[in-house]
């Protein structure tokens, strides 16, 4: 969450605003910066990597980002690489670029000059100047966009079934849901399939998965190290 500037805080309401007219809402999966455990599938979607490979491991943690997001930068990376130093020999990382929002800086050329040059755009440049002061060491991929051909018919049914309580509604809920959801997609300028599918509320996002893409937990926004180190460790022994 970008919390580092006025501005900033100022696009994070407008966000969370523009998601209460939104089909996902009302659903009640967007319980704002809180660990949330689950057993629902990651579908995820990489257009192509721009450094380093992700190679699935047991045990996967996911970063979501937007380059235009500071707090991406002065929290979400910062936190991966301390995770990184701690797990690397037990989970496989992964930085994704996405976008929601601010597409003329959120899109693949900025996100290749950061892996690249380490370059920063926006809100992010405000923060930390032209560069950013540390380098990235996990892989980074694009998140894929949806094609114009996309078939937002099967978009939306498969976002309807992302929502925890959709199989047990009444048909007329579930008819709504869709419906809702695809004039949503349909006022969307661009799609980012990982963002979109997963119902992510924001950016940073955090995903633990397993090789079966079972998500694990996930969490938007600040948590604690500790708190975060505590749960990983928990399913680091459930899976040994």
Known sequence: MRKATTSSKCRIATRLMSLRSSPFFWSGLLAVNYLIETMAKLK????????????????NL?????????????YGFPLMELLREKYHD???????????EDYEFNNVENTEL??????????????????LPYPIKIP???DQVAGSNVDLESLAEEMCHAISDFSIRSNSDKNEMHVRIKNY????????????????????????????????????????????????????????
């Open 44 to 59: 995820l979607y990489v257009e192509n990597y721009m450094a380093g490979d992700h190679k699935l491991g047991e045990l």
């Open 62 to 74: 996911l970063f979501t980002f937007q380059v235009n997001c500071p707090g991406c930068f002065s």
């Open 90 to 100: 037990r989970i496989s990382f992964l930085a994704l670029s996405t976008a929601f």
């Open 114 to 131: 950061l892996v690249q040059e380490g370059q920063l755009v926006g809100e992010t440049k405000k923060m930390f100047g032209e560069q």
């Open 140 to 142: 980074v991929a694009m």
């Open 185 to 240: 997609l349909l006022s969307q300028e661009r799609i980012s399939l990982t963002f979109s599918v997963n119902l992510f509320q924001g950016t940073p996002t955090f995903v633990l998965f397993d090789n079966s893409y079972e998500i694990l937990f996930s969490w938007f926004g600040h948590r604690p190290k500790e708190q975060i180190e505590n749960t990983i460790d928990e399913y680091i022994r459930k899976y040994s």
